[in-house]
């Protein structure tokens, strides 16, 4: 194991890591009252025996907070509590980005504060439900469409979001274009039935992306800016459409042009979603000249693969890490996998099934 490239040091822009491996985004519902704690810390320092951890989707405004228990980076209450878990994953030795996640349209009155407005690019209500705290599972409520004002609004909020990263001690931003959130609403012609110039066209759909992108690149620089996207994915009610290919290779040619440091590519097969053709895959890596990160039920085995292929330059792991919190070392070392996954925790408020998973013991 130790010739593999997974194990080897990389870099994201100018940032070292000493693996090729990424800890994915999870979401964990354990900031209570929307603001990171010590428990959170606990959690990713255990995990930062990987090249880069990227956290759990962060609203960037209370409008995105659209789960219980997601934090926010959009207040200094919020600030100082990530500055728990950036000091204590560095302290390790590891890197971390946060995850910016607006849910945009995939939320619920009940999980947001007074004040807040569930907004998408268009009223088109998501089939299905999600969990309240305080009345369990509800129905998805119809969005309201974003004004031209709204959007001016939502972008500086991302802007601010990924200055405070920064102030919080975090090495980068990953932009959450991905699962059906926000971002990913204004790409499908299904979700954004705009008539303005952020709807219609594939370039028009694709505006406010890549608006977004360019001005947090701009505000804390390119090398510390990602994005993950989802070709072909059907979570949070999004459905195939005909520009599927032609949206995101537009994307990676204006991404490309901004000059970000990577695009997060996820693949939800492993877990039963709908398949990503290679080729779409292809064709991002060949558009797309900095970083690509690969994520979708990779092993060390298939990781190294795809590595060794040029198709992806860093390999992320989720669910893994969850049981797993010396998941490197166990792969490293071919050490046998934790097999229980408790996974009606995995939203829970404690730190069972969250920080009292053990490392490997012989």
Do not use: C
């Amino acid at each position: 194991m130790e010739n593999y490239i997974l194990y080897s040091p990389a870099k994201i822009g100018a940032i070292e890591l000493k693996n090729h491996i990424v800890m994915s985004p999870m979401t964990r519902s354990r900031a209570i009252g929307n603001i990171p704690n010590e428990l959170m810390a606990e959690y990713y320092a255990q995990r930062a025996d990987a090249g880069l951890i990227i956290t759990e989707g962060t609203a960037p405004s209370p409008n995105g907070l659209g789960y219980s228990r997601i934090p926010g980076l959009y207040s200094q209450e919020q600030v100082e509590g990530w500055k728990k878990v950036t000091s204590a994953v560095h302290a390790k030795g590891g890197k971390i980005f946060v995850q910016l996640m607006h849910t945009g349209r995939i939320s619920h009155e009940l999980n947001m504060p007074e004040g807040a407005k569930i907004l998408a690019p268009s009223a088109v209500k998501p089939a299905g439900q999600m969990w309240t705290d305080s009345l369990q599972m509800q129905d998805f409520p119809v969005p309201a469409a974003m004004s031209s004002e709204d959007i001016v609004t939502a972008k500086a909020e991302f802007v601010t979001a990924a200055k405070n990263a920064i102030e919080a001690g975090f090495d980068g931003v990953e932009l959450h274009g991905a699962n059906g959130y926000l971002l990913e609403q204004f790409l499908s012609p299904i979700s954004n039935i705009r008539t303005d110039n952020y709807g219609g066209s594939v370039e028009n759909r694709s505006r406010f992306v890549i608006e977004v992108a360019g001005a947090v690149a701009e505000a804390i620089g390119k090398e510390k800016t990602g994005i993950r996207l989802s070709p072909y994915g059907l979570a949070s009610d999004m459905h195939h459409y005909p520009e599927i290919d032609a949206t995101y290779q537009y994307l990676a040619e204006q991404l490309n042009a901004i000059g970000i440091a990577y695009i997060h590519i996820v693949d939800h097969t492993a877990m039963g979603g709908s398949p990503v053709p290679l080729e779409i895959k292809k064709s991002i890596r060949s558009i797309f000249k900095n970083t690509i990160i690969l994520a979708g039920g990779y092993d060390q085995h298939t990781a190294e693969a795809a590595l060794e292929s040029g198709l992806g330059d860093l390999i992320a792991f989720g669910r893994p890490f969850i049981n797993n919190p010396d998941l490197v070392e166990r792969h490293k070392n071919n050490r046998s996998l934790a097999t229980e996954l408790r996974a009606d925790l995995f939203f829970a408020a404690g730190k069972e099934g969250y920080t009292d998973y053990p490392v490997y013991n012989a």
